[in-house]
């Protein structure tokens, strides 16, 4: 279905596919199939893969599509480095949304017709003293137990494959597979994808509530409007416990954790190909020049003031791994807010509410779980089954516990 834009006269909101055109401008006798609160990466994606099976697929999204957390990452896909000692479930859903990325890339980049910039060198892991070279041996010999390819380096044997890392490292590890995008222009492309596959999206209009019911579930918008489904996703990141009309035991357990991040500007002869993590900084380098330098991790509620604090530890942290950074000029700075769950894992799957399903939590690696997700909650919305990837991480493991607004 090729995409029109026009307004709607109701409400001066841009419609922008053809069948929402033709059906009633009241946007519940529309035939939706699938409503997505949430235009961020999860969102956008889902909608992508359900829509280019056939549904009718309604994305809202309260300010412009894409720029939630999603715009803020740093785009790293990154199981391999980012594996946490007790947390094996989430390391293989990481993994296999790490293998499922190079298909997803070329759907979207052949739908979208534009490039996301996945970039294969690897990640480099590096440790400048004795500590965190410690560190580093202990968080190989758990990879080579997982059966990971990762590769021992000393830190010449660091520069001949990066020569802009400090001369005095300790040691890395080069762990090839942990690949990275370019989270922004991901976020165009997957707008342009599920609007191309013939998904609806409006933004600029909040979503209030969710109205959970077995057989036709529906939203209802900040100004009234109930909008119906055969089923509602919910995708709002870290925003998605505020939706109302979920009892304590469905309301998604998530809150923000904030990073602060800082942009670099890319000035020759200096470069970088691998993402490289230090023990305090890690810089994720774009193809178009943009180094992306963070993150800081900090419990400060939906507060996204970047401070000198922040800025001058990222600085230095990045500064001892990559001393080259000093003469870069410094484009941006911001922070986001991580999605965090109480157990750090997302919430994906059928919720205690008739006909919502949870798409949501997923912390610090939403970029790279996009394709699992997306793909296995399409799959859940049109079969009804549940998959051995869902499972782990259904949001009733929550269900008994305590009204997460209490809780926190
Ligand atoms: P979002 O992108 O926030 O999308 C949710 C959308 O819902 C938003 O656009 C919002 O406006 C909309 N919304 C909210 N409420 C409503 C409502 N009521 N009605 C309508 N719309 C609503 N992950 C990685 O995998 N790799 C990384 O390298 C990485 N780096 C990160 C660095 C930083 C500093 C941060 C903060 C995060 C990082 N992450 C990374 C995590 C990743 O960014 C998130 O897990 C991911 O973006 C979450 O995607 P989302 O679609 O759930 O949320
Ligand atoms: N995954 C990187 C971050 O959350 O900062």
Redesign the pocket.
Same mark, same amino acid.
Request: proline share 3%; hydrophobic share 45%.
């Given at each position: 279905m090729i995409g029109l834009r026009v307004r709607d006269p109701l409400r001066g909101v841009r419609l922008q596919n053809t069948h929402a055109i033709r059906s009633s401008e009241v946007r519940d006798t529309m035939a939706h199939d699938v409503v997505i609160?949430?235009?961020?990466?999860?969102? $956008?994606a889902t909608g992508f893969e359900l829509a280019r099976r056939g549904p009718s697929v309604t994305v809202?999204?309260?300010?412009? #599509?894409?720029?939630?957390?999603? /715009?803020?990452?740093?785009?790293?896909?990154?199981p391999d480095t980012e594996i946490g000692f007790e947390e094996l479930a989430l390391y293989r859903l990481n993994r296999e949304s790490r293998r499922r990325w190079p298909d997803f890339v070329e759907r979207v980049e052949a739908a979208a017709d534009t490039s996301v910039d996945y970039r294969t060198e690897g990640t480099l892991i590096v440790a400048d003293d004795r500590d965190s070279a410690e560190a580093l041996r202990r968080r190989y010999e758990f990879q080579r137990k997982q059966g990971l390819e990762v590769e021992w380096l000393t830190g010449e044997e660091a520069r001949e494959i990066e020569p802009f890392v400090a001369p005095g490292l300790s040691a890395a590890v080069h762990s090839p597979t942990d690949h990275?995008v370019d989270?922004r222009r991901l976020?165009k492309a997957l707008r342009t994808a599920f609007e191309v596959e013939g998904g609806t999206l409006y933004e600029q209009? *909040?979503?209030?509530a969710v109205v959970p019911d077995a057989d036709r579930p529906a939203?209802r918008t900040?100004d009234g409007e109930r909008v119906g489904a055969d089923r509602v996703v919910v #995708? #709002?990141?870290? /925003?998605?416990r505020?939706?109302e009309g979920l009892l304590p035991d469905a309301r998604p357990p998530v809150r923000p954790?904030?990073?602060?991040?800082l942009q670099l500007r890319r000035k020759r002869p200096f470069d970088l190909t691998h993402v490289i993590r230090g023990p305090e900084a =890690?810089l #994720?380098p774009k193809s178009n020049g943009r180094i992306v330098v !963070?993150?800081?991790s900090e419990e400060m509620g939906f507060d996204t003031t970047v401070t000198a604090g922040g800025l001058y530890d990222l600085l230095e942290g990045a500064w001892e791994v990559v001393p080259g950074i000093r003469d870069l000029p410094v484009d941006d700075t /911001?922070? !986001? $807010?991580? *999605?965090a769950s109480r157990d750090h894992a997302p919430l994906l799957g059928p919720t205690a509410a008739p006909g919502i399903v949870m798409?949501?939590?997923? =912390?610090?690696?939403?970029?790279?779980?996009?394709p699992v997700t997306a793909e296995e909650i399409a799959r859940l919305i049109r079969t009804g089954e549940t998959s051995e990837w869902l499972e782990p991480f259904s949001p009733a493991r929550f269900s008994d516990a305590e009204s997460p607004r209490s809780s926190s």
């Open positions: 609160v949430g235009g961020g990466t999860i969102g $956008l809202f999204e309260k300010g412009r #599509a894409g720029r939630g957390t999603s /715009w803020q990452a740093a785009g790293m896909l990154a990275q989270n976020m209009t *909040p979503i209030e939203v900040a #995708a #709002a990141g870290v /925003w998605s505020e939706l954790v904030k990073g602060q991040m =890690y #994720a !963070g993150a800081t /911001w922070a !986001g $807010l991580r *999605p798409a949501t939590g997923h =912390y610090r690696h939403g970029i790279l779980l996009t």
